[in-house]
T-cell receptor
Framework: SAVISQKPSRDICQRGTSLTIQCQVD?????MFWYRQQPGQSLTLIAT?????????ESGFVIDKFPISRPNLTFSTLTVSNMSPEDSSIYLC????????????FGQGTRLTVV | LAKTTQPISMDSYEGQEVNITCSHN???????ITWYQQFPSQGPRFIIQ???TKVTNEVASLFIPADRKSSTLSLPRVSLSDTAVYYC??????????????FGKGTKLSVKP
């Protein structure tokens, strides 16, 4: 199974600034996703990170606010731009590949607090 | 994409068998059913996946009736460490090729001593 590392694990940021979260997978994965999770709530899919092309965003999320890069099959970044306190959340990176099972692997998450 | 419905919460005691049922009435022919477990402050973790009938691994069993409109995750002899949120997902075999591995609300399982 793949191991996903996210950096930073947590951060406190000033409103109006931007934060870039890095996601590194220890093996190549076909699909990578970014999620947001409020405490006590389920995961909300932000976008699918596509290698070599623009990310595919879910309804309610836009590229200007959450630019995503995926330069190769093991790495992706999510930037939270022009942050406001409403962006305070846990951001999770996920990689998915299929073998015996179609299994998604998740990082530990980045806990973001915007003040 | 098939929507899933699960109980919001369940309580159990150590040593009991716990069954969590998920409804997915609009499941498509090429959809698989996957369950994930999430502990506080951690990302979700894959538990089990199935297409039909019964699947068993070292952690759990997954029961899927012939019509596939529901599935039941069975955790044998739970312990306190099984306290977590359990998510049922329905998606095509190629995972999120349409870019939408969607999580429902999940079931919060509380295991008491």
């Amino acid at each position: 199974s793949a191991v996903i590392s996210q950096k930073p694990s947590r951060d406190i940021c000033q409103r109006g600034t931007s934060l870039t979260i890095q996601c590194q997978v220890d093996s190549q994965v076909t699909m990578m996703f970014w999620y947001r999770q409020q405490p006590g709530q389920s995961l909300t899919l932000i976008a699918t990170a596509n290698q070599g092309s623009e990310a595919t965003y879910e309804s309610g999320f836009v590229i200007d606010k959450f630019p995503i890069s995926r330069p190769n099959l093991t790495f992706s970044t999510l930037t939270v731009s022009n942050m406001s306190p409403e962006d305070s959340s846990i951001y999770l990176c996920s990689g998915l590949d299929w073998g015996e099972n179609t299994e998604a692997f998740f990082g530990q998450g980045t806990r973001l607090t915007v003040v | 994409l098939a929507k899933t419905t699960q109980p919001i919460s369940m309580d159990s005691y150590e040593g009991q068998e716990v069954n969590i049922t998920c409804s997915h009435n609009n499941i498509a022919t090429n959809d698989y059913i996957t369950w994930y477990q999430q502990f506080p402050s951690q990302g979700p973790r894959f538990i089990i996946q199935g297409y039909k009938t019964k699947v068993t691994n070292e952690v759990a069993s997954l029961f899927i009736p012939a019509d596939r409109k529901s599935s039941t995750l069975s955790l044998p002899r739970v312990s306190l460490s099984d306290t977590a949120v359990y998510y049922c997902l329905v998606a095509p075999e190629d995972g999120g090729s349409q870019g939408n591995l969607i999580f429902g609300k999940g079931t919060k399982l509380s295991v008491k001593p």
